[in-house]
């Protein structure tokens, strides 16, 4: 039996397993994923739906060949081995859910009924979901003071974006990417030198560069005008709307280079605010010593609980992924 086959089993054969079982046994289903950081995610995802008849079991596509990411997982199911109703595919929605079918890839994604996807771009979309990251402030920090409107904030980043977005998303769909890539809009998307108490200067250093490459784009493709303002309300129908466009870029480059910076910067604050109480309490050096130790102690890196904020469960496009999987389990579905 060759490493693949042993490696990857087929969704015939867990079915085949599944149906040899006793009739009170629970039925099996694998799902693959993309990499190790996206386990946690999906099984938090697919652990609602478990009961005393079925039960998931997540997994990476090959523990041969270490390969991973999305064409590996889409790819194991191409040539012969489908997936089916007891294994599916986990992945990251990318540009594929916006491609609307405009590649293969987002074909597979799209149309297979055994593929769910993410809806915004990435898992790290979700860690940076804006309403809870109050939240995570708190756990990094200990100090629930709100210095910083985090919603205002990323509603007024992805209304800066939205049209350079649109473009972006226009220029993948005709094959015109190498012109605006996705490295060029995160370029862009990049607040440089942002200021907690002051952060109207990085957004109108994003607006100003999002007017730059929008007058670039309009010399390069003067024929665009119709284009773009039906791509613009297709985008907004499938809930990309002008205050949600930061869950739609890229995830690494939003959770790196965007919020994590924002985040540290909060904390710093934060953190400083409560020093500054313990330092100046009325309290005798030697206990203001060891409140100062027991708060230092307490505190968390900021990357370290982002991964592992699950405040977006209440997102509209969280709630749309789990809708998916529960007309997956609930609905006849078709044989591929």
Not at 28 to 54: G, H, M, N, P, Q
Not at 102 to 128: G, K, M, W
Request: charge should be positive; proline fraction near 4%.
């Amino acid at each position: 039996m060759s490493h693949r086959l042993k490696d990857n089993i087929n969704s015939r054969y867990v079915e085949a397993a599944n149906s040899l079982t006793s009739k009170r046994a629970r039925r099996r289903i694998i799902a693959y994923v993309e990499s190790y950081d996206d386990v946690y995610f999906w099984r938090t995802v697919l652990s609602r739906f478990e009961d005393d008849k079925r039960y998931f079991e997540v997994m990476l596509p090959s523990k041969v060949t270490l390969t991973r990411g999305k064409k590996s997982v889409l790819m194991n199911f191409l040539d012969g081995e489908p997936l089916g109703r007891d294994m599916i595919a986990c992945v990251d929605a990318d540009y594929d859910y916006l491609m609307q079918r405009a590649t293969n890839q987002s074909v597979r994604v799209l149309d297979s009924p055994y593929v769910f996807h993410t809806y915004v771009y990435a898992i790290e979309n979700y860690q940076c979901y804006a309403p809870s990251l109050h939240d995570v402030c708190v756990s990094v920090t200990l100090n629930d003071h709100r210095i910083f409107d985090f919603r205002d904030y990323f509603v007024r980043f992805s209304e800066a974006l939205f049209p350079l977005f649109v473009w972006s998303i226009m220029l993948y769909r005709n094959g015109h990417y190498p012109k605006f890539s996705i490295s060029d809009f995160n370029r862009v998307a990049d607040p440089g030198g942002f200021s907690v108490r002051a952060p109207e200067g990085s957004l109108a250093n994003v607006r100003r560069k999002v007017g730059t490459r929008i007058r670039e784009l309009q010399r390069m493709f003067p024929d665009a005008k119709d284009e773009y303002l039906a791509l613009k309300e297709e985008l907004k129908q499938l809930g990309v709307t002008p205050q949600t466009t930061y869950l739609y870029i890229q995830g690494h480059h939003l959770f790196d280079t965007v919020v994590a910076p924002i985040l540290t910067k909060v904390c710093n604050l934060l953190r400083q605010e409560r020093q500054n109480e313990i330092n100046y309490s009325w309290a005798h050096r030697t206990q203001k010593r060891n409140e100062m130790s027991c708060y230092e102690n307490s505190l968390q890196d900021v990357k370290t609980m982002l991964k592992k904020n699950t405040g977006y469960i209440f997102s509209e496009p969280f709630q749309r992924l789990l809708d998916d999987v529960r007309r997956y389990l609930e609905e006849p579905l078709p044989t591929q």
